[in-house]
């Protein structure tokens, strides 16, 4: 081709268009493309974000479960511990009492008051009072034989007291160890992502938002990790069961069916000996024989009182737990990550240098395609808090217990506006095990990027 | 001297051949763009689909975890779609037992360790297309020459997300767990002095 036929056909070019409307629908479909995949990493975004707090709500929801059915377990040894000792109060106050009949029938207890009261404490304490009594000597006997029995009584009430208290602080401290796990696999068949992984990544995410920096955060590093033992979604308050062993107030046989005040007995009733007509009638009776006892109660020392009188119990409610699942970054889904023209480390990027300069350089100073990626799908986290709710067994009123957070109402919880305590659910030996009912809810999720304590409430 | 009119029946020929390069170009044009059109709105709805799915999975297996039977689960699925794309919605419910440091908990020590994993299904399987799949999937009954159908589609016409939930509906509030009983059991032997001795 000479050099006229040259010049002939670049004008013939010029004038040429042909060619231009596809040119220009390529690039359109190339910029719809383009938006066809942003939209798919944005709608993965907003599945692992959906993805991450169902699977927070679940543990939250599974911890609180747990936490409920340990509360449950304790609250019921409780029930257990109290009615164990107001069974064996019925048959050592039907036995005691038929000592002190004895003791009256045979010493005659109107005429020697000092008399009676020494034999009755040598009665209570093991003594042969009645060998030592004149008079129908016979049926004295018998009796008190059957009131030595409540001697061993107590001791096997003082042993069987350790052994629930002792068992329920076994389950106040291990209990705690179930909702983790079983939150945590709650979490992982939701989908999320191990939460060693997750959360650092969400973490490293948002400071290099933040700041124009990138902190290298990291947990400490743990290769050898069971796979059993991975979390998936990890505590940020305390799973304990927040119960702890107290003084009960009230005593065993508190019955209320007798009538509202029958066998209610206060601090200044405890204390106060001179006002026994406040009593009821079944105190009275008591008092004539347990202020004979031994000062050894159930549970020795401070916390207990004599005859299961004063047992303590596990007692308190848990507050709120607020539990972390996420799912770490990955790559972006349609590998746009690895071109080297989006990828922005590769600075300054070649075609910056082409446009900006209009030198004479290639379009890209490397291949298409690198190795790695730093356009990622960002990592997301849920947080999602749970609290076991429900209404106290011991509750005298529920509507005054029916409040969140107050799901075992203990024994030794007072009535500000009645003065009474809150045993008097319990109706009797014979009304058995009353059950709780506790159960696990969700009470609000916390979202990232929120005010600091405002709760989203889930309805469900 | 019949030069000038060749001349004119080539310029004339020419602008044909031009009007119809044009005619072709906006055609692969349009082409291309519907093509990129309809991926953008199968894909974007798909997208919203697979995120309700994600919602109704939630959904799904909080009821299960509450003891809703499967139907009435399965009923929930027009909470989270469209009225018209509830046909499509397939949910499964599988109930495993939650284990501790990778062992399964019998239930003889904790009872009703269990948790529901559902899953929520949105689509149609390639095999269902021939038979009766709405809009858009019965597009893909369209035989293309050249290109044999191939069940790869189903990555494409199915999507799907899943979710636990705890059974909630026993919270030990009637009995003790034996596994509570065998502690306080073992709390009394340790108390006689049996692992001592």
């Known amino acids: ?460 | 001297m019949k030069l000038p009119v060749t001349a004119n029946r080539l310029n004339r020929r020419r602008k044909r051949t031009l009007a119809g390069a044009i005619l072709a170009e906006a055609a692969l044009g349009l082409c291309l763009l519907v093509f990129v059109w309809i991926l953008f709105s199968y894909i974007s709805y798909m997208s919203t689909n697979r995120i309700r799915a994600n919602m109704s999975a939630r959904y799904s297996a909080w009821l299960s975890g509450n003891g809703v039977s499967g139907a009435a689960y399965s009923s929930s699925a027009q909470y989270s779609f469209m009225n018209n794309d509830t046909n499509m919605v397939k949910l499964t419910s599988t109930k495993n037992t939650l284990g501790f440091l990778g062992v399964s908990v019998p239930s003889m020590i904790l009872p009703d360790p269990v948790i529901y994993s559902n899953s929520v299904a949105f689509g149609t399987n390639y095999t269902d297309i021939s038979s009766s799949s709405p809009f858009p999937f019965n597009m893909l009954m369209v035989k293309l020459p050249f290109i044999s159908p191939t069940e790869m589609l189903t990555n494409f016409t199915l999507v799907s997300a899943h979710c636990a939930w705890p059974d909630v509906s026993d919270t030990y509030n009637g009995y003790l767990p034996p596994s509570i009983t065998a502690i306080a059991v073992a709390e009394t032997a340790w108390e006689a002095g049996i692992f001592t001795q």
């Open chain 1, 1 to 460: 081709m000479d050099l006229f036929s040259l010049e002939k056909k670049i004008r013939q070019l010029r004038g040429d268009d042909s060619g231009s409307v596809l040119l220009l629908s390529g690039m359109m479909a190339f910029v719809m493309a383009i938006m066809v995949l942003y939209s798919l990493d944005t709608s993965q975004v907003i599945y692992n974000r959906i993805t991450s707090q169902n699977a927070a709500d679940s543990a939250a929801e599974t911890a609180a479960l747990w936490q409920a059915r340990g509360l449950n377990v304790i609250q019921q040894l409780n029930d257990f511990h109290y009615v164990f000792n107001e069974t064996l109060f019925g048959v050592e106050f039907g036995e005691l009492t038929a000592c002190v009949g004895a003791d009256t029938a045979v010493i005659k207890w109107g005429n020697d008051v000092a008399c009676c009261a020494s034999l009755v404490g040598a009665v209570i304490t093991g003594g042969s009072c009645c060998e030592a009594i004149p008079g129908d000597f016979k049926n004295a006997q018998s009796l008190c034989n059957i009131c030595k029995q409540a001697i061993p009584e107590n001791q096997y009430q003082v042993s069987t007291a350790k052994q629930i208290l002792d068992t329920q602080q076994l389950i106040s401290e291990f209990w705690p160890a179930l909702e983790v796990v079983f939150a945590s696999q709650a979490a992982q068949q939701s989908g999320a992502d191990p939460a060693l992984n997750a959360i650092p990544s969400w973490m490293g995410g948002a400071v290099s938002k933040v700041l124009p920096v990138s902190l290298p955060i990291s947990m400490p590093s743990l290769p050898n990790l069971p796979s059993a033992l991975t979390p998936y979604a990890l505590p940020m308050t305390s799973v304990s069961l927040n119960v702890e062993q107290k003084p009960g107030k009230y005593w065993p046989w508190r019955w209320s069916f007798l009538g509202p005040n029958f066998g209610y007995v206060d601090e200044l009733a405890l204390t106060d000996v001179a006002a026994p007509l406040d009593w009821g009638i079944g105190e009275v009776a008591c008092s004539l024989v347990f202020v004979f006892l031994s000062p050894q109660g159930d549970i020795p020392g401070s916390l207990g009182g004599p005859w299961g009188w004063k047992d303590s119990y596990y007692i308190g409610h848990p507050g709120y737990m607020t539990w972390v699942a996420g799912k770490t970054n990955e790559m972006e889904l349609a590998g746009l990550g690895k071109l080297a023209w989006l990828n922005p480390s590769s600075s300054p990027p070649a075609e910056v240098n082409y446009w900006l300069g209009q030198s004479n350089v290639q379009m890209f100073n490397a291949s298409a395609a690198i190795s790695s990626s730093t356009l990622q799908i960002p990592a997301v986290i849920g947080l999602a808090s749970s609290q076991v709710e429900g209404t106290g067994v011991t509750a005298e009123d529920e509507s005054l217990v029916s409040e969140l957070g107050t799901m075992i109402d203990n024994l030794t919880s007072k009535d500000s506006a009645s003065g009474l305590s809150g045993i008097a659910g319990v109706l009797g030996p014979l009304a058995g095990m009353v059950p709780i009912d506790s159960k696990p809810h969700l009470i609000g999720v916390y979202l990232p990027g929120n005010t600091a304590g405002t709760t989203y409430k889930i309805y469900h």
